[in-house]
């Protein structure tokens, strides 16, 4: 029976066209690529005021694009894997066809030199890149109310956040406005968006894709991802914007798995750990019980779930607010008034330029971080904080490492609860914090991991369940995906819109 939320019953999406499905329909030219961008910007224009998922549209340089991808391909000559799909991308991923402006009014009017690696890759893969999508400023945030433009909206009920800082990503393939997205997780961006939404979210492991072009938050944990309707169209995208890139020092020379290849990997005999850290205080029964029932889903059809432990979880949250906003207030150094960006006018001296153009091009969450890890950075306190929190991360890596030792994967909620009101934690950081208490230990493990929908609270508001696998084992994760996908519909589910 069909999930009941706000808008009444949650029809099927198998009426719209999935990446893997559209890629199907125009190779067999069942459709155009002018036909599917169309489309797509007929359905942004119906529905982005309301949502808020763009910032910028390029929509007559996508028909041009789209047109020539059909005319290569009428004309026999090859095209690219992605040739004809619809892809939107957050706005911290450079392009020089578009502003680039981190949802910060400090970049209004800011347009990158050079495109960032995965757009390269993207339109080499003959992909149609639609647009810019929303999010919260320079990738500070969990809810995207944090944009200096707009905040986003989530098509389940838009009284409610999408998550973030990938909101934006996540809600433009949620909304059916694109086949598929690029987002950016530092801490949970992509996951806990996907799962507030009701998609799939993949982030890569650390240095699995180039993040040359990624505008910094905080580099030792950002990492580029996918956001789609399922594991199937994440393992044909990921494929894309994997791989070595010499520009980014931080990208591993690794060959890249054939993801579509191993997606029909048997269940029987795998290991899927239950880590007791995870379901403690603070998780939302209807959550609970959600995950615990994907679990018997995949023990009914052969895999063995097994207990392990994460002793060093509970510091997690402690060490990456410290980590990731001292390397937020090393990287926004950059913006000072002087080279780009906002520049106050009539400043008294240089110290006044830097301090008002930073007073007034950035917003609150942004200075916020910055001033804490500026204060954990400082003298007489690195040692007690930034030090500190270094140590326990390892602690963290070792964690999992041993965990893996006994598993091949470890499952997990992605969000204490699903998505809040708009404005709920707009005054309270810390329980906008907690939003990403069971997110941030991947990165701060660099391990890959992915939020598939497994489910609905009694309002009909989306709940995802986390996978987690060790470094570039991102095959494993998108087959357990995918087998999960295959034995439920969670991620067929719609919302209804306007």
């Not at 200096?148 to 393939?173: E, I, K, L």
């Not at 956001?227 to 044909?236: C, E, G, Q, R």
């Not at 906008?432 to 009694?458: E, H, K, R």
Request: charged share 20%; proline share 5%; aromatic share 8%.
């Amino acid at each position: 029976m069909a999930a009941m939320g706000p808008a009444g019953p949650i029809p099927d999406r198998r009426d719209f066209m999935s990446l893997t499905d559209t890629l199907a329909a125009l190779q067999a030219k069942e459709r155009s690529a002018v036909e599917v961008t169309q489309a797509c910007l007929e359905a942004i224009d119906r529905q982005n005021e309301r949502l808020g998922a763009f910032l910028h549209v390029e929509g007559n340089r996508a028909l041009k694009r789209a047109a020539c991808v059909d005319a290569r391909r009428v004309r026999g000559v090859e095209v690219g894997p992605l040739a004809g799909a619809v892809i939107g991308i957050k706005d911290n991923l450079c392009t020089t066809f578009s502003k680039t402006t981190c949802a910060s009014q400090y970049l209004s009017n800011f347009r990158a030199p050079y495109d960032a690696t995965v757009v390269q890759r993207l339109e080499a893969a003959d992909a149609i890149i639609i647009g810019k999508t929303n999010l919260d400023e320079f990738a500070m945030g969990s809810s995207t109310e944090n944009s200096s433009y707009h905040p986003t909206r989530n098509p389940w009920d838009p009284q409610r956040v999408p998550g973030g800082s990938s909101g934006g990503s996540a809600v433009a393939v949620a909304a059916d406005l694109v086949h598929a997205a690029l987002g950016s997780d530092t801490g949970g961006s992509i996951r806990q968006p996907a799962s507030f939404t009701g998609v799939t979210g993949l982030k890569p492991t650390y240095g699995r894709v180039s993040r040359y072009g990624l505008v910094a938050f905080a580099s030792s944990l950002d990492q580029i991802g996918t956001l789609t309707h399922s594991a199937a169209d994440a393992a044909v995208l990921l494929g894309v914007i994997a791989g070595h890139d010499k520009r980014d020092s931080t990208c591993v020379d690794l060959e890249v798995p054939n993801y579509p290849a191993a997606l029909d990997a048997d269940l029987r005999g795998v290991k899927i750990g239950y880590a007791a850290e995870y379901f403690g205080e603070g998780l939302d029964e209807t959550v609970r019980s959600a995950v615990l029932e994907a679990l018997d889903v995949y023990r009914a059809h052969g895999a063995e779930v097994v207990e392990v432990h994460l002793p060093h979880m509970r510091y997690a949250v402690a060490c990456y607010y410290l980590i990731a906003t001292a390397e937020a207030s090393s990287n926004l150094a950059r913006y000072d008034g002087v080279h780009y960006g906002v520049r106050a006018e009539h400043p008294e001296d240089v110290i006044d330029l830097y301090c008002a153009s930073r007073s007034q091009g950035l917003g609150a969450e942004v200075k916020r971080r910055i001033m804490l890890g500026t204060f954990s950075l400082s003298s007489g306190y690195y040692d007690a904080y930034y030090l500190k929190a270094l140590q326990v991360r390892t602690l963290l890596k070792r964690d999992f490492e041993s965990a893996f030792e006994k598993v091949d994967a470890i499952a997990s909620p992605v969000a204490p609860t699903t998505a809040f009101k708009l404005g709920e934690k707009t005054e309270d950081p810390l329980s906008m914090y907690l939003a990403d208490v069971y997110t941030i230990s991947a990165n701060l493990a660099g391990i890959p991991a992915v939020s598939l929908p497994c489910g609905f609270d009694p309002e009909g508001l989306p709940i995802g369940l986390q996978m987690m696998a060790p470094p570039y084992a991102e095959d494993r994760l998108l087959a357990l995906g995918h087998q999960y996908q295959r034995l439920t519909d969670h991620h067929l589910r719609h919302p209804v819109l306007a």
